[in-house]
């Protein structure tokens, strides 16, 4: 525990590429579907929500909610059916480099090390300077890569590999970052020490960052504002501000009081969904409205 | 410390087993030679072939013979010729075919059509296409490597994971960058590969195109190990034909060496830590 705390906050170096650009995103009325006619169905509906800038901003849902085609949405791969997503005001009409979208599985090319898949970006701007090549060292020591600088992707462990991606994204210097559960398929314990090198690369820059997951412990470990999506076809049901304090450790947060009433609150409300749409006929919520009747029957009060 | 290092490099169990094994397979060849039928029993073939000893003093003899290295170097010379010409088509052609789709399908019914015909089929069209017997021996072994290298080289190129393009687009590379930077290393594994089994093929189809063009112009000094070993067979010089076979297998094993070693080399992702 206390070798990573090192790691998070190194004394000695300082970040030498600072200049931080953050935007945000507005998301109004946005519905996409696919297929056509009768066949067609509904994945997101007249869904709303901004992506606040400076801020982490959360998204949770259950799976099959579509928070991917929302992703993809945003990173401009697709184009949705009506309504709009604009970036500090401009229409987002395909891929561009002020969002960088980091994926759910590791993406990292294998046939490069870690330091060429840190410069991969600058590189392939031509932007192979000095002040560049400071940043990708100081990068790989924030996410205590530094030893494995000339390691490729396969001799790297899974956490290794979803940090490497943090810091080949970041590099870029991203107006937003948006992530597709990047932590997913990871243990929990380094799922645990992702969150918290996340959250102290974050903590660092308070660069626009959007995080889509399903695991309620890491939407609020994370966030400083938690979106809570409907079932299908998507929309943002609520928002709370998670204003737990800064920097984040495991230690505390799971401890705090604060902490715990936001889960359950957000639970409520995921359950609130999940019952919504299991009446309606869908198998998907079941397995959450068992779980969360057998929580709240179990221990502990639960708001209703 | 040192000796024992090299004991242990030199003597370990699986090269210990080879060893084994080919002394073995040595001595029931010599005996089956020998005794001209197997333990009692007749067994077709078995007192033909010369004795593993009677090919080795034979081979000794062929050490000193310019007219057997000049052998090697005709069919290495060719392998070479053919295999180097099919990757230089072969590569480009195959890497264009994955990323346009337009020259795709156009290329690809004709190639599919093409690919299933044996090499050696195409030797008395190549024998009437060619002005020298010496390029159609070549074209034939270029075929050979051809159509293997085209077909992996396709089948890596497109099967290559689409987040890596999203990826490189979404943090700015341009098309020629992502090229550069992205499907060509993506393709590399299946280039080398490829190349292996394409190297793999040229020998087989360099031999038997040398045994049946008679084995290009200068008579029995020009004419490679196919037909080495074809003259060998009229010659009536059993020794010799089991010479050449083996001279064949050996030349065959160190182009694939080598051609894994390179393979390696420019595909450090794929070792083993």
Redesign the interface.
């Known amino acids: 525990m206390n070798a990573i705390t090192q790691n998070l906050s190194p004394a000695s170096s300082k970040s030498p590429n600072m200049k931080i650009k953050a935007a945000e995103i507005k998301v109004t009325n946005v519905s996409k579907s696919y297929g056509a006619g009768l066949f067609a169905k509904e994945v997101i509906k007249d869904c709303s929500f901004t992506i606040e800038r400076n801020k982490l901003t959360v998204m949770i849902g259950p799976s099959g909610c579509g928070k991917s085609t929302l992703i993809r949405l945003l ?1 401009g ?1 697709e184009k949705s059916s009506s309504g709009s997503i604009e970036i500090d005001g401009k229409r987002i009409t395909g ?3 002020d ?3 980091v ?1 759910q ?1 590791s ?1 990292l ?4 090390t870690t330091y060429d898949n840190i410069m ?2 600058p ?3 031509g932007e192979n300077t000095q002040l560049n090549r400071d940043q990708a060292e100081y990068l790989l020591e924030k996410v205590g890569l530094t030893a494995f600088r000339e390691k ?4 790297l462990s899974g956490g290794m590999q979803r940090r490497a991606e943090l810091a ?1 994204a970041m590099i ?1 210097n991203p107006d937003v970052m948006i992530l597709d559960e990047p932590f997913r398929g990871l243990d929990c314990m380094s799922k645990e020490l992702m969150w918290e090198y996340y959250s102290g690369l974050y903590e660092e820059s308070h660069r626009t960052n959007f995080f889509v997951t399903t695991d309620i412990d890491e939407a609020i470990f994370l966030a400083d504002r938690l979106l809570i999506m409907s079932n299908i076809p998507g929309q943002v049901r609520a928002t709370i501000e998670v204003d737990l304090p800064r920097p984040r450790r495991l230690a505390f947060v799971f401890d705090n009081e604060r902490a715990v009433a936001i889960k359950m609150e957000a639970l409520s409300i995921l359950h609130k969904e999940a019952m919504k749409s299991f009446s309606g006929g869908s198998k998907a919520a079941a397995d959450f409205v068992e779980a969360y009747s057998k929580r709240s029957s179990g221990n502990g009060p639960v708001e209703q | 410390m040192n000796a024992k290092r090299l004991r242990k490099a030199l003597f370990n169990r699986s090269k210990l087993r080879a060893v084994i094994a080919i002394f073995v397979f040595l001595v029931l060849w010599e005996i089956g030679s020998r005794s001209k039928d197997w333990f009692g029993f007749a067994v077709p073939w078995i007192g033909h072939v010369p004795a593993p000893t009677a090919v080795v003093v034979a081979w000794y003899g062929l050490l000193g013979d310019p007219g057997y290295w000049q052998s090697w170097y005709m069919s290495t010379l060719r392998v070479l010729a053919g295999f180097f010409a099919a990757m230089l088509v072969g590569i480009p052609l195959g890497l264009f075919m994955a990323v346009n789709k337009t020259f795709n399908g156009l290329v690809f019914p004709s190639f599919e059509i093409l690919r299933p015909i044996p090499p050696l089929a195409w030797v008395p069209a190549s024998i009437i296409f060619w002005p020298t017997q010496e390029l159609s021996i070549a074209f034939v072994t270029f075929l050979g490597a051809f159509f293997t290298i085209v077909i992996n080289v396709l089948g890596g190129a497109k099967s290559i994971d689409p987040r890596y393009f999203q990826s490189a687009q979404s943090m700015g590379s341009s098309q020629w960058d992502v090229f550069r930077r992205v499907v060509l290393p993506a393709t590399l594994p299946s280039i080398v590969v490829g190349s292996a089994v394409g190297m793999g093929i040229t020998w087989e189809v360099v031999v038997a195109a040398e045994m049946i063009s008679g084995g290009g112009g200068s008579g029995g000094s020009g004419g490679g190990l196919g037909f080495f070993i074809w003259n060998s067979y009229v010659g009536g010089s059993y020794e010799q034909i089991v010479v050449g076979m083996i001279s064949i297998g050996i030349a065959g094993f160190i182009s694939s060496e080598l051609l894994r070693k390179l393979g390696s080399y420019l595909t450090p992702w794929l070792r083993k830590r």
């Open positions: 990173a791969f891929p561009g480099r969002r960088l979208v994926f599985e993406a090319f294998p046939w490069m991969y970006g590189k392939a701007r490729y992707p396969p001799q080949r870029n």
